[in-house]
């Protein structure tokens, strides 16, 4: 059974899917990847996980990725290719077994509004 929302109605969790996302090049799947990657950020956010330069990252294996989106490894890897030529993330090797720091990108000058 469903039911209506009202003014009083909690919300499910949810995560941001920015605007911006709207008018970029990329695909679907890029597009939500970002999201999930920038929910993330978010929590990293909170936990101060930070570099030497105080910014923020995160650490995200791809398998989890691949889990969220409902894809493949390849498809994961691939979506993450996209997002890092097209500017929105960088992805820094660390060490030997250590994983990746994935840092989320936002747009220069960007007015984060509702269109």
């Known amino acids: 059974m469903t039911d209506y929302m009202a003014i009083t109605t909690e919300l ?3 995560f941001f899917f920015p605007w911006f996302l709207m008018e970029m090049d ?3 799947t890029g597009k939500l990847t970002y ?3 920038l929910d993330r950020a978010r929590l990293s956010q909170l936990n101060s996980w ?3 330069a105080g910014r923020i990252y995160i ?3 791809i398998e989890k990725i691949a889990k969220m ?3 493949s490894l390849t498809t994961a890897k691939s979506a993450l290719a996209e997002l890092e030529a097209a500017w929105p993330i960088e992805r820094k ?3 030997f077994s250590q994983p990746n720091h994935i840092y989320v990108k936002l747009p220069d000058g ?3 509004s509702h269109p």
Do not use: C, V, W
Request: hydrophobic share 35%.
């Open 12 to 14: 499910p969790p949810y």
């Open 26 to 28: 990329s695909t679907l």
């Open 35 to 37: 999201a999930i990657l």
């Open 50 to 52: 930070t570099d030497e």
């Open 59 to 61: 650490i995200f294996p």
């Open 69 to 71: 989106l409902g894809k």
């Open 93 to 95: 090797r660390q060490q």
């Open 110 to 112: 960007q007015k984060f």
